[in-house]
């Protein structure tokens, strides 16, 4: 499964856009990036996932630019409630394979 | 988004004891599940995977007589933690990967202190 790379932790201002860069270098051709979003003592929670370009919910925007070597989760208007740690994977996310968490970023948003 | 359930959420035990953990897929059926565990202020770490009917792929580094898995079905996992010690105090996570799914799902995790 391919690393990936984030900002250890990032702070941020009520009501800002927050912008979280993975680098995943080694992505294979079969592989998807998917965010997911921990709050202390709880299980991950699904945010969103990609393959190439763009993709948007009703939470956030996943930017992947076409060498796919990267990929910025973008929150928007971001609330308390969005104090959390963030996690980019990469893998072809069957349900047959481990998901391999890397640090994460720790994202704290300020009044 | 489909739901996960663990139980119980937070458990204390002394030390030498056995604590068993269930792990339930409520709203949805797949063979093949995993647990995690993660200490404080540290990501999850794979223990193992874990196929209905079979027995569970351990990680390095764990061990399987200490970790029993039991995947009793394609909806209830138990994870029991034997004589447990308090270095396995910890926060202890599964997730269910359902077939033509491209996600996982987690469930809300088991705190377990031992003392």
């Known amino acids: 499964l391919a690393k990936t790379t984030q900002p250890i932790s990032m702070d941020s201002y009520e009501g800002q856009e927050v912008n979280i860069t993975c680098s995943h270098n080694n992505i294979a051709t079969n592989d998807y990036i998917t965010w997911y979003q921990q709050f202390p003592s709880q299980g991950p929670r699904f945010i969103i996932q990609g393959y190439k370009t763009k993709v948007t919910n009703e939470v956030a925007s996943l930017f992947i630019p076409a060498d796919r070597k990267s990929s910025t989760l973008s929150l928007p208007r971001v609330s308390l409630s969005d104090t959390a740690v963030y996690y980019c994977?990469?893998?072809?996310?069957?349900?047959?394979?481990?998901?391999?968490f890397g640090k994460g970023t720790r994202l704290s948003v300020i009044a | 988004g489909a739901v996960v359930s663990q139980h119980p959420s937070r458990v204390i035990c002394k030390s030498g004891t056995s604590v068993k953990i269930e792990c339930r897929s409520l709203d949805f059926q797949a063979t093949t599940m995993f647990w995690y565990r993660q200490f404080p202020k540290q990501s999850l770490m794979l223990m193992a995977t874990?196929?209905?009917?079979?027995?569970?792929?351990?990680e390095q580094g764990v061990e399987k007589d200490k970790f029993l898995i039991n995947h009793a079905s394609l909806t209830l996992s138990t994870l029991t933690v034997t004589s447990a010690h308090p270095e396995d105090s910890s926060f202890y996570i599964c997730s269910w990967g359902p077939p033509r799914q491209e996600t996982q799902y987690f469930g809300p995790g088991t705190r377990l202190l031992v003392l």
């Open positions: 874990s196929n209905e009917g079979s027995k569970a792929t351990y």
């Open positions: 994977l990469v893998g072809d996310q069957s349900g047959n394979t481990p998901l391999v």
